[in-house]
């Protein structure tokens, strides 16, 4: 979806997307490992599955996703995410994206930069307005909330490929739903 990546500021999520109750990850055929094993911060809980990374402009069309196991760091997919983005964009993230090696690399590789909020111990950034940082990550916890009330989380396939049809049919209904 690289012909949507317009604009100079994006925003970066994940979010989980659990196949089957953890109590039942052991008689799954869809997914199989540890890796598969995640936990979700935001809502306190631990699910069984992958977790989605999705990259939004402001408007809510999602300009590039991965889907990483969930017990993947969420560092692990910001480079591909970012690297079909136009030159001299901004990526709003939040506290899981923080790594100023990871940032450096990026601006270094694709003249993006990556912006996520700072931690209480770490220092502000000095050239991000917070105004903008805050403004961007409502409009990706709105698109989360989308993808939620669209059942998203609840999606039931019998195949890996059918678990990854449908969450791309969501998307794609996403994007449908924000154009303007």
Known sequence: MSWLATGEAF???????????????????????????????????KFFGWRLHLVCTPDGLPVSFEMVPAAYHDLTPVHELTVDLPDGACVY????????????S????????LVPIRRVNMKPHAWADDFDLRLYRHSIETRNSQLEAMGIQTLHARTKAGFEIKVIASLLALACLNLN
Not at 95 to 104: L, P, T, V
Not at 106 to 113: A, E, H, S
Request: aromatic share 8%; net charge positive; with cysteine.
């Open 11 to 45: 925003s970066l999520d994940s979010m989980p997307l659990p196949v089957c109750k953890r109590v039942r990850a052991s008689r799954c055929r869809k997914v199989r490992g540890r890796a598969y094993c995640g936990y979700c911060d935001a809502k306190k809980e």
């Open 93 to 104: 993230a939040d506290k899981a994206y923080n790594s100023a090696d990871d940032e450096r």
């Open 106 to 113: 990026i601006f270094l590789d694709t003249g993006v930069r």
